[in-house]
């Protein structure tokens, strides 16, 4: 049964120290309980779900910072993800807040499958005594913005629950809607009154399943310490950039995966960085913090591992701006223009150094940073090839601004953190959108520049196994032949094997015109609508921004031009292959 931190009595013979330690490991024990664990004392308080569907964590964030801020004035809120549907009621839950983000095209994120699946269905009970609003989390490179948070918009009222604020659509900065969305959504719920969300705690929470990390399998909530078995540079000297092959261990884990879905890494801060920053803080840094999970650590072990130490986003900057007196921060802080471009290219040791501000504790300097999420990537083996070992293909992020050289987090470590031997802490992402056909005579056409190789070696290595008798086409590309073909004596060996049908490779910097895998699919698109009319699934991996589109557009084109149609019947027929699942992306 869930209970709330004991209180220590104040006769108890402990010493300050001790009464410490004893709460703190009180306060870990009761949070390991997980998200079950509604505190008894939360009954008659004014009762609030934070509902999220979230990928790669930014709605998770979002919830649990608003619970926090929620529960500091007297609500009984708490975030619970779709994935933990089954833990929750909706129907006897008089306030819902749904935070959801839309994952493959359009779709809920996989956390969410589940629940929208029977969410959606007839048999779902009414919602008549519940209020709603919905924030939506999205991208506006993707063509169905905010999908899933329309789409629950839309059925939570269909459902009859009573919307007390409209949803707010948020782009990649979604920090500040967000932001806004809570404002309004706070501000109603003052107008209405806390008193008409008081409930009793309902009681398929309090029966629901207590669980501990310990006792849990390896997964999303308890993370595999996966150990590198092996890492070679993908690139060539002098290539300036800098792509790895990693062979990650999961003997012992029970974690299976199936070609198309990811890997999902927790990765460590890099170490110079966090020393730098715990020099350039203005208190005695020898201290222990509690991380978002509630966890007590060090504050150094904190800033390794579960804190964003580079990000610094608008919300951030405003929290800054109040604990620092410099006078151009707090001149500036609330005109948008000159806050834009004290972002651009900021991180946190730059705020440090810039605007030094008065944090009186490790807590103080910690709550205002983000929580350091997973990062995911393509698998890029088969598990029926390589048996337990995952396999990856990451491209180390490394750029300038403001005359420093700044790394991205996971894929530094991943290309030169870790150590072959040292473990990273990983969980797989199912990907319901991105398979191969299971029927094997299927011809698949797969698109793939850059790190977007990685799904289709995987897949390939599959179709091998798997002894597919259907065609393999393979469009690859990067800048150089010399320096960046990936996986080359892999793929000569598939096409001197037989499993490799075709492979077209676009070298976009060998010559004096770029040439990129949308030109090789121009070269080939009556070649394409061949293998499209023959039934071929189209897939797509890779940058989302500009190459996804221009091989949509060139893949418009063929069907256009071959199939006879006008603008109006290629969209169609891609429609069609999409419905068919014969058209899929995986793209970031
Ligand atoms: C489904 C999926 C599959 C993926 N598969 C792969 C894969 O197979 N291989 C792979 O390498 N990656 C893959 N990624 C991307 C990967 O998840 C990470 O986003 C990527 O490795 C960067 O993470 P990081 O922690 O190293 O960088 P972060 O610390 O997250 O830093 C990246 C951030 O730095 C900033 N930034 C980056 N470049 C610049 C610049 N030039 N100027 C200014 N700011 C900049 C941007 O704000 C960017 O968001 C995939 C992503 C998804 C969602
Ligand atoms: C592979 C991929 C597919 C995505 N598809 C969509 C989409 O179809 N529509 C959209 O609005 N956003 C899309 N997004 C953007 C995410 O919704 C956005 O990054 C969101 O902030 C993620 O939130 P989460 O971390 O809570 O999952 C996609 C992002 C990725 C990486």
């Given at each position: 049964m869930p209970t709330s931190i004991p209180e220590i009595p104040?006769?108890?013979?402990?010493?300050a120290e001790q009464r410490a330690w004893l709460k703190n490991y009180l306060s870990e024990l009761v949070s390991k309980l997980g998200p079950a664990a509604l505190p008894s004392n939360t009954a008659g308080k004014p009762r609030a779900l934070f509902f999220y569907g979230s990928q790669s964590g930014n709605a998770q964030a979002l919830s649990e910072g608003y619970v926090e801020i929620m529960n500091g004035d007297g609500w009984a809120a708490e975030a619970v993800s779709m994935e933990d549907h089954a833990k929750v009621d909706l129907k006897h839950e008089p306030l819902i807040l749904v935070i959801t983000s839309t994952w493959?095209?359009?779709?809920?994120?996989d956390t969410a499958v589940e629940f929208w699946d029977k969410f959606k269905s007839d048999g779902q009970s009414k919602l008549p005594n519940s209020r709603f609003s919905v924030l939506a989390l999205g991208d506006t490179n993707y063509a169905d913005f905010c999908e899933m948070g329309k789409l629950m918009d839309a059925r939570l009222e269909e459902l009859g629950a009573k919307r007390i604020a409209p949803r707010i659509d948020c782009d990649v900065d979604y920090e500040e809607p967000a932001e806004e969305w809570f404002r309004v959504v706070t501000s109603k719920l003052d107008e209405i009154g806390k008193e008409v969300f008081t409930t009793t705690v309902t009681a398929s929470r309090e029966s629901a399943e207590v669980e501990s990390t310990e006792d849990l399998p390896f997964g999303k909530k308890n993370p595999f310490p996966s150990a590198l078995k092996y890492r070679y540079r993908l690139n060539l000297d002098p290539s300036p950039r800098d792509t790895r092959h990693l062979e990650l261990d999961l003997e012992g884990s029970g974690l299976e995966y199936e070609v198309g879905d990811a890997v999902a890494t927790y990765p460590l801060n890099d170490p110079a960085l966090v020393d730098e920053v715990l020099a350039a803080l203005?208190?005695?840094?020898a201290v222990s913090i509690q991380t978002k999970d509630k966890k007590k650590l060090p504050l150094r072990d904190a800033l390794m591992?579960?804190?964003?130490?580079r990000t610094v986003t608008k919300a951030i900057l405003k929290k800054w701006a109040a604990l620092t007196c410099h006078p151009y921060l707090h001149a500036v802080i609330e005109d948008d223009a000159e806050v834009a471009k004290i972002l651009d290219g900021i991180e946190i040791i730059d705020l440090l150094y810039d605007f030094p501000a008065d944090f009186k504790s490790g807590q103080d300097f910690v709550d205002l940073l983000r929580r350091l999420t997973p990062r995911l990537y393509s698998i890029a083996s088969s598990p029926k090839k390589h048996p337990n070992e995952v396999h990856l293909t990451v491209a180390k992020v490394t750029y300038e601004t403001k005359g420093r050289v700044r790394k991205g987090v996971a894929s530094t470590f991943l290309c030169e953190g870790m150590g072959e031997g040292d473990t990273v802490r990983v969980f797989m992402q199912p990907t319901k959108h991105f398979k191969l056909p299971t029927d094997l005579s299927k011809d698949v056409i797969m698109v793939g520049p850059g790190t977007g190789i990685a799904p289709f070696r995987a897949f390939l290595e599959e179709r091998e196994v798997t002894k597919a008798t259907g065609r393999n086409w393979l469009f690859f590309g990067n800048p150089h032949e010399a320096t960046d073909y990936f996986y080359k004596k892999e793929f000569d060996a598939m096409q001197e094997s037989g499993v490799l049908t075709k492979l077209d490779l676009a070298w976009s910097r060998d010559q004096k015109h770029k040439i990129y895998v949308q030109d090789k699919i121009r070269e080939n698109s009556e070649e394409i609508w061949n293998w499209l009319e023959n039934g071929a699934h189209f897939y797509v991996c890779g940058d989302a921004k500009y190459m996804a589109p221009d091989v949509e557009r060139a893949l418009l084109e063929s069907i256009r031009k071959f199939g006879g149609m006008d603008d109006e019947g290629a969209t169609a027929y891609l429609k069609k292959l999409k419905d068919e699942h014969r058209y899929q992306r995986d793209v970031y």
């Amino acid at each position: 049964m869930p209970t709330s931190i004991p209180e220590i009595p104040e006769n108890a013979p402990f010493s300050a120290e001790q009464r410490a330690w004893l709460k703190n490991y009180l306060s870990e024990l009761v949070s390991k309980l997980g998200p079950a664990a509604l505190p008894s004392n939360t009954a008659g308080k004014p009762r609030a779900l934070f509902f999220y569907g979230s990928q790669s964590g930014n709605a998770q964030a979002l919830s649990e910072g608003y619970v926090e801020i929620m529960n500091g004035d007297g609500w009984a809120a708490e975030a619970v993800s779709m994935e933990d549907h089954a833990k929750v009621d909706l129907k006897h839950e008089p306030l819902i807040l749904v935070i959801t983000s839309t994952w493959g095209e359009g779709d809920p994120p996989d956390t969410a499958v589940e629940f929208w699946d029977k969410f959606k269905s007839d048999g779902q009970s009414k919602l008549p005594n519940s209020r709603f609003s919905v924030l939506a989390l999205g991208d506006t490179n993707y063509a169905d913005f905010c999908e899933m948070g329309k789409l629950m918009d839309a059925r939570l009222e269909e459902l009859g629950a009573k919307r007390i604020a409209p949803r707010i659509d948020c782009d990649v900065d979604y920090e500040e809607p967000a932001e806004e969305w809570f404002r309004v959504v706070t501000s109603k719920l003052d107008e209405i009154g806390k008193e008409v969300f008081t409930t009793t705690v309902t009681a398929s929470r309090e029966s629901a399943e207590v669980e501990s990390t310990e006792d849990l399998p390896f997964g999303k909530k308890n993370p595999f310490p996966s150990a590198l078995k092996y890492r070679y540079r993908l690139n060539l000297d002098p290539s300036p950039r800098d792509t790895r092959h990693l062979e990650l261990d999961l003997e012992g884990s029970g974690l299976e995966y199936e070609v198309g879905d990811a890997v999902a890494t927790y990765p460590l801060n890099d170490p110079a960085l966090v020393d730098e920053v715990l020099a350039a803080l203005p208190f005695n840094t020898a201290v222990s913090i509690q991380t978002k999970d509630k966890k007590k650590l060090p504050l150094r072990d904190a800033l390794m591992e579960s804190f964003d130490i580079r990000t610094v986003t608008k919300a951030i900057l405003k929290k800054w701006a109040a604990l620092t007196c410099h006078p151009y921060l707090h001149a500036v802080i609330e005109d948008d223009a000159e806050v834009a471009k004290i972002l651009d290219g900021i991180e946190i040791i730059d705020l440090l150094y810039d605007f030094p501000a008065d944090f009186k504790s490790g807590q103080d300097f910690v709550d205002l940073l983000r929580r350091l999420t997973p990062r995911l990537y393509s698998i890029a083996s088969s598990p029926k090839k390589h048996p337990n070992e995952v396999h990856l293909t990451v491209a180390k992020v490394t750029y300038e601004t403001k005359g420093r050289v700044r790394k991205g987090v996971a894929s530094t470590f991943l290309c030169e953190g870790m150590g072959e031997g040292d473990t990273v802490r990983v969980f797989m992402q199912p990907t319901k959108h991105f398979k191969l056909p299971t029927d094997l005579s299927k011809d698949v056409i797969m698109v793939g520049p850059g790190t977007g190789i990685a799904p289709f070696r995987a897949f390939l290595e599959e179709r091998e196994v798997t002894k597919a008798t259907g065609r393999n086409w393979l469009f690859f590309g990067n800048p150089h032949e010399a320096t960046d073909y990936f996986y080359k004596k892999e793929f000569d060996a598939m096409q001197e094997s037989g499993v490799l049908t075709k492979l077209d490779l676009a070298w976009s910097r060998d010559q004096k015109h770029k040439i990129y895998v949308q030109d090789k699919i121009r070269e080939n698109s009556e070649e394409i609508w061949n293998w499209l009319e023959n039934g071929a699934h189209f897939y797509v991996c890779g940058d989302a921004k500009y190459m996804a589109p221009d091989v949509e557009r060139a893949l418009l084109e063929s069907i256009r031009k071959f199939g006879g149609m006008d603008d109006e019947g290629a969209t169609a027929y891609l429609k069609k292959l999409k419905d068919e699942h014969r058209y899929q992306r995986d793209v970031y």
